[in-house]
């Protein structure tokens, strides 16, 4: 399977428990994102790394949470002291390099994580 | 206000039916654009994307890009039942010299073809 593999798929945890996602993205693509998508909403923009280099973090993703990619290859997600409202779906998405303009993105399956 | 604009449905057509899929945006800095579709709890998948404005066909489906209007649309000619899904639309713009490939995305339109 060559695509944008996560894991795991589901994880329940219980409020105030740390988590770790993983994703592999595409091999030979060096731009790797994660999203976090809500029941009825679109996937919303939560980091960037080029390489092993955290280029971009959106205000949404709290001192809670944390993002690697110590080699440029695989990232971690580590969401700490989980609350119910990180319920969610949780996007891991690669894309290649390609001159300047690229947006096109390819997602994995998601991480679906419950804090009950 | 958000940035980009969906309307959610559901959108209910016959088997056979062009569909119609439509988001509005209000940021011109957007240049890319990108269609994907996403089935009931899996990763969205990538449909078409474009830059420029006009239209670009792939099989059954035609984005078009109207950036006068900020406005872009999907249509699937002879739609099957198994085209049922949401469709969500997604841009982005380029920001100095790291260019934000980061996507602002719709919130999703769901279809269902009936047979």
């Known amino acids: 399977d060559t695509g944008v593999s996560q894991n795991p798929r589901h994880k329940i945890t219980k409020r105030g428990q740390n988590v770790t996602f993983r994703c592999d993205p595409i091999?030979?693509?060096?731009?790797l994102y994660w999203y976090r998508q809500t029941l009825g909403q679109g996937p919303e923009f939560l980091t960037y790394?080029?390489?092993?280099?955290?280029?971009?973090k959106s205000r949404l993703l709290s001192d809670r949470f944390s993002a690697e990619r110590p080699k440029g290859s695989f990232s971690t997600l580590e969401i700490q002291r989980t609350e119910q409202g990180d319920s969610a779906m949780y996007l891991c998405?690669?894309?290649?390099?390609?001159?300047?303009?690229?947006?096109?993105?390819?997602f994995g399956q998601g991480t679906r994580l419950t804090v009950v | 206000q958000k940035e980009v604009e969906q309307d959610p449905g559901p959108l209910s057509v016959p088997e056979g039916a062009i569909v119609s899929l439509n988001c509005t945006y209000s940021?011109?800095?957007?240049?890319?654009f990108m269609w994907y579709r996403q089935y009931s709890r899996k990763g969205p998948e990538l449909l078409m994307y474009?830059?420029?404005?006009g239209n670009k066909e792939d099989g059954r489906f035609t984005a078009q890009v109207d950036k006068s209007s900020k406005y872009i649309s999907l249509f699937i000619r002879d739609s099957q039942p198994s085209d049922s899904a949401t469709y969500l639309c997604a841009m982005t713009r380029t920001k100095g010299d790291t260019g934000r490939r980061a996507l602002t995305f719709g919130s999703g339109t769901r279809l269902q073809v009936q047979p």
């Open positions: 790394f080029q390489n092993e280099a955290q280029l971009e």
């Open positions: 091999s030979e693509h060096n731009r």
């Open positions: 940021n011109s800095a957007f240049q890319y």
């Open positions: 998405a690669s894309s290649p390099t390609r001159g300047q303009g690229t947006g096109e993105a390819f």
């Open positions: 474009t830059y420029s404005s």
